[in-house]
């Protein structure tokens, strides 16, 4: 069922860092910015030029696209530069990027390789802070902004195979809170969403994500969160009826992030016993 649009990003500029295509949650936040109003720049790195999925986004949200390396200082000033000179003082900032190289290439926590491990941490989470650092300096930001950057409770508990991700998201989330106070000076928000397992291309990457994503679905009471759910969530954060919302890193996970455990898993457990016995 389609969301009613009720303008709460009527006259509101940003940047959306991080669609790739349809089953990306940053695609289902440009299109749900787009309904409410919001006018933005869509980003990615060069190499997701070759999928060719972008334009059609674009397209559809009547945005144009500015191609950027988020681990680049040069690309992200560049970005600025070319994003306000078209929007003006910008007001929102979406940051959904994350890459776990080791994560991919199947490498276990006890033997990462470094230079990838690096590379991790410098593209889902430094990113973040290069990104609001180099808006600040470049006066892009306009005061009264929000910025959201997206997690996964894999920040705050141990989950064997998302392994070095968990890092990234939990340095991401430190970000989030370290910058928030400075911001505050300016009147700008920041927060992180802890989504649910969320069937996207990246989570897809991840050894063991359909266990997870079971998990999560018998756990949560209200199953897990899907992307366009997690959108309009989203909207909330970059609107103004938040405007005291800031610092936090707020779970959008059908209520699994307060479970110990549910009827369906005991049941489930208890069954698995019986037929081991």
């Not at 266990?211 to 949560?220: C, I, N, Q, R």
């Not at 919302?245 to 698995?272: A, N, P």
Request: charged share 25%; glycine share 8%.
């Amino acid at each position: 069922m389609a969301t009613k649009a009720y303008n709460l990003l009527e006259g509101k500029t940003g940047v959306i860092f991080g669609a790739l295509d349809e089953n990306s949650i940053a695609w289902h936040i440009a299109e749900a910015v787009y309904r409410e109003g919001g006018r933005f720049v869509l980003s990615n790195a060069p190499v997701v030029r070759r999928f060719g999925t972008l334009e059609a986004l674009a397209e559809k949200t009547e945005s144009i696209i500015i191609w950027a390396d988020a681990t680049s200082d040069d690309d992200i000033r560049s970005l600025y530069a070319e994003a306000t000179e078209r929007l003006g003082r910008l007001d929102f900032i979406v940051h959904s990027i994350g890459m776990g190289l080791n994560v991919r290439k199947k490498k276990e926590y006890e033997a990462l390789n470094y230079d990838w491990y690096h590379k991790t941490l410098d593209i889902s989470a430094i990113s973040l802070h290069r990104i609001v650092s180099h808006g600040l300096a470049l006066d892009a930001l306009a005061e009264g902004g929000s910025i959201v950057a997206l997690s996964y409770i894999g920040a705050q508990r141990t989950f064997s195979k998302y392994s070095e991700m968990g890092d990234a998201k939990a340095l991401l989330e430190s970000i989030v809170r370290s910058y928030g106070y400075r911001l505050g000076k300016r009147r700008i928000r920041i927060n992180a969403i802890s989504q649910s397992p969320t069937k996207t291309t990246a989570g897809s990457g991840i050894e063991g994500f359909d266990a997870m994503y079971d998990f999560a679905e018998k756990l949560s009471p209200l199953g897990n969160a899907d992307a366009a759910s997690c959108a309009d969530y989203t909207v909330t954060l970059l609107s103004d009826l938040t405007r005291m919302v800031t610092m936090q890193t707020l779970y959008h996970d059908g209520g699994f992030s307060s479970m110990g455990i549910s009827d369906e898993l005991v049941l489930q457990l208890h069954r698995l016993a019986q037929q081991d016995g």
